[in-house]
């Protein structure tokens, strides 16, 4: 059993006083084996309905779900665990003390790096994403972060292919995808066909190259109900995860960005793949729950352009197991 405890741990390394002593019960020894097999069954799948349950909670469902199904085409391969869960990361540090321009002078610099290009928005995304899972229920709960390198590029006749693999957290600057390179062997492959990518508003319209236009389609993609402002930046990480913006939509996104007042500076920070950036924070009570959240926006100050978007709890929920700050969800987008 100290066998079994070993592995447990180490498929989740929560602080162990979050752990009851004794034997494993037998849910907690079939989950075991799904995380270090990496199956894709009806087990699973129920696990990541309650992550995504949790997440929607907060804001940030729509985020998740760029392809949570199997597509058309290849059948996914299992992930490796080789990189293991972590502990839910605290928030970005941010040196408070630093000058932070302001929106509009970041939204300046866009539209200047975007003077005389055309919309030049591209289909896919690649990102490094962090997300919030949890544990089997009545085991403690626990949570727990599974790192990601996500690449999806669109491919002639129409379809996007999405190649997902673990990420080590410990190497930010780590890059295993590129889309004229084979996919190692522990990637997962998924395909969406495009009869698929015609049923979400955020893949159906590519995002306006003009900040009016983006503010109404990002209301649509969170349609139907008059979307709050947390909702709009959820719609801004659904877009940002299917699209890859050009200098024109950088100049979009900026724009738009600065016609928020309910964004405030906090200060300069470095994005979790090491590159400095200027954050903003949308302070909010999730919908349909009590406990505060935060979404830090990080933008590249030399571009304008969105590197990272992160939320995060504000609070202990009372609910799940957590730590007050505790990240739910962070991407950062444009790995290279």
């Known amino acids: 059993m100290t066998d079994d405890l070993q592995l447990l741990a180490a498929a989740d390394p929560a602080p162990a006083s979050r752990w009851p002593d004794g034997r494993l019960a037998a849910s907690s020894e079939e989950h075991l084996l799904r995380l270090l097999n990496g199956r894709q069954d009806h087990a699973q799948a129920t696990l990541r309905r309650r992550a995504l349950l949790v997440v929607a909670a907060a804001g ?9 199904t199997g597509g058309s ?3 996914p391969r299992p992930i490796s665990l080789a990189v293991q869960p972590v502990s839910a990361p605290a928030p970005l540090a941010v040196d408070p003390g630093s000058a ?3 929106l509009a002078d970041l939204a300046a610099i866009a539209a200047e790096r975007a003077t005389g290009t055309p919309p030049s928005v591209v289909r896919g995304s690649h990102v490094r994403a962090w997300y919030l899972g949890f544990g089997v229920e009545g085991e403690g709960f626990p949570a727990v972060v599974l790192p990601e390198e996500r690449l999806s590029v669109a491919r002639a006749d129409g379809s996007l292919q999405v190649t997902t693999v673990p990420a080590d957290p410990s190497r930010p600057a780590e890059v295993r995808l590129a889309a004229d390179a084979p996919a190692p062997d522990d990637a997962q492959l998924q395909v969406v066909d495009p ?4 049923e979400d508003s955020a893949d159906r319209t590519p995002p306006p190259a003009e900040p009016s236009a983006l503010a109404a389609h ?7 109900s008059p979307p709050t402002p947390s909702e709009l930046l959820t719609g801004l990480e659904q ?7 050009g200098p024109a939509e950088d100049a979009a996104i900026a724009g738009w960005l600065a016609q928020q007042p309910w964004l405030a500076p906090l200060g300069t920070v470095t994005d979790r793949l090491g590159r400095p950036g200027v954050a903003y924070a949308l302070d909010a009570t999730a919908d349909g729950a009590t406990f505060q959240t935060r979404h830090t926006v990080v933008l590249d100050p030399a571009t304008g352009a969105v590197l990272s978007i992160e939320l ?3 609070e202990n929920t009372g609910e799940w197991d957590v730590e007050p700050h505790a990240v739910i969800s962070y ?3 444009r790995v290279r």
Request: hydrophobic share 60%; charged share 10%.
């Open 60 to 68: 940030l469902a729509a985020t998740l779900l760029l392809v949570t």
């Open 73 to 75: 085409g290849e059948s």
């Open 100 to 102: 932070v321009p302001s």
């Open 195 to 198: 009869a698929q990518l015609t």
């Open 218 to 224: 990002l209301a649509v993609v969170r349609a139907p």
């Open 239 to 245: 877009v940002l995860i299917r699209w890859t913006p």
């Open 312 to 314: 995060a709890f504000m």
């Open 331 to 333: 991407v950062a987008y």
